[in-house]
């Protein structure tokens, strides 16, 4: 099939276009890098053998978005871009819906009017909220608690309405836990721009030597080690739930929701021991505050992924953990000057 994926030079998109190609797709990406490198998609072409085409658009765009359909005979969308810094959005909630939704509605738009139909949504396990007891199960009742998570949230429900409208659609909602980790090349991985907000990569840049200690928020929630519980995921386990997620909807129309997840929780401080064995040396940390928004502990009831797609998990803590020090090892900059 040929893929156009939105986003695709990012973190998830570049790992998940490398996936498709070597699974034997053709690739479109279009993504105005406002947080990425087109330097990741020579890397992946490198690794792949073969390049997608890339197209520096924004989905605010529509006459570019209606170039791309114009231009390619797509069969399916996957689609990352969007912004994603809960924190950011919630000091510019303009910015993150007038992006998020504005450019999701214009590329639905412009996919209805091309009779393309098929689209995978990366949401995220943000949008089940506060208040739903682990794991968390896909028919749950969602209610996010930031701007970020509320575009997932109202992005889903806008597919929805759309399905239930018209059963010519085929869609995936993706609702990611927690994407750690790099392609084990060291090539390709994350890239975050300014202070990273994630935990992983900020331990990668206190070992790298840019930041100077990991402060852990938060030991004193009702956990083993006091600190909070997530359900990590390697990112090239998640990309390829995404080329599952897309042979499953491509002869099944309706809308389909699935947890992307390993069903199990990881602590912080064991996330930190666990890059501490990569890098060979313990790094500093402190214990300070819970961070605000942030819940003690939630992971995936990962079965409906398994049931519906044949997938699951199959890296470790310890390979998400080594691969990312390998990545950051090699590229201490990301994909500047390196
Ligand atoms: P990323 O920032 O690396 O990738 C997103 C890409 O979208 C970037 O390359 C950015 O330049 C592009 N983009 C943003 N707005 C755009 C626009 N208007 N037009 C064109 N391109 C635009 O982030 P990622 O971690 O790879 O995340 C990919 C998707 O997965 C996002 O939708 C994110 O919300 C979602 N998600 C991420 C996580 C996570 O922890 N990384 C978890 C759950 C869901
Ligand atoms: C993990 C744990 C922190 C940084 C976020 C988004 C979510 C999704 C994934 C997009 C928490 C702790 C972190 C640090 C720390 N993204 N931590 N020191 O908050 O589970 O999820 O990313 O959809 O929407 O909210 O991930 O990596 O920020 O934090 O102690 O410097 O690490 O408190 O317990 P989170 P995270």
Not at 102 to 110: D, I, K, Q, S, Y
Not at 124 to 133: D, I, K, L, Q, R
Not at 207 to 219: I, N
Not at 281 to 286: C, I, K, R, T, V
Request: charged share 20%.
């Amino acid at each position: 099939m040929k893929i156009l994926v939105t986003g695709g030079t990012g973190y998830i998109g570049s790992h998940t276009v490398l996936a498709l190609l070597e699974s034997g797709h053709e690739v479109v990406v279009v993504d105005n890098l406002v947080n990425s490198s087109e330097e990741s998609l020579r890397r992946v072409a490198e690794l792949a053998g073969k390049a997608a085409v890339f197209v520096e658009a924004d989905l605010l765009d529509e006459p570019a978005l209606e170039s791309v359909f114009g231009q390619h005979s797509v069969d399916a969308v996957i689609h990352f871009a969007g912004l994603k810094a809960v924190g950011e959005s919630v000091q510019q909630p303009l910015a993150y819906y007038h992006n998020n939704i504005v450019g999701t509605l214009n590329l639905l738009r412009a996919m209805d009017a091309h009779d393309v139909r098929s689209i995978v949504f990366s949401s995220s396990a943000t949008v089940y909220g506060e208040h739903n007891p682990i794991p968390y199960i896909e028919k749950m009742e969602i209610g996010a608690n930031n701007p970020y998570g509320r575009t997932k949230e109202q992005i889903e429900d806008i597919l929805t309405d759309l399905g239930a409208a018209d059963t010519r659609w085929h869609v995936a909602l993706l609702r990611y836990f927690n994407p750690v980790g790099a392609h084990p090349s060291g090539r390709i991985g994350e890239d975050p721009q300014g202070i990273p907000n994630n935990l992983v990569p900020f331990i990668a840049q206190v070992a790298v030597g840019r930041r100077e200690k990991l402060m852990v928020f938060g030991g004193d929630y009702d956990t083993p080690d006091g600190t909070a519980l997530r359900d990590y995921i390697h990112v090239v386990d998640l990309a390829d739930g995404h080329v599952a997620a897309l042979d499953y909807v491509a002869t099944r129309p309706g809308v389909h929701r699935w947890n992307l997840g390993s069903g199990r929780g990881t602590s912080v401080l064991e996330m930190l021991h666990s890059f501490e064995k990569a890098v060979g040396h313990a790094l500093p940390y402190e214990i300070t505050s819970r961070r605000p928004g942030d819940l003690p502990a939630f992971w995936a009831d990962a079965s409906s992924a398994l049931a519906d797609l044949g997938w699951s998990t199959t890296k470790t803590i310890d390979q998400m953990t080594e691969d990312h020090w390998r990545w950051q090892k090699n590229n201490p900059n990301g994909y500047n000057a390196s």
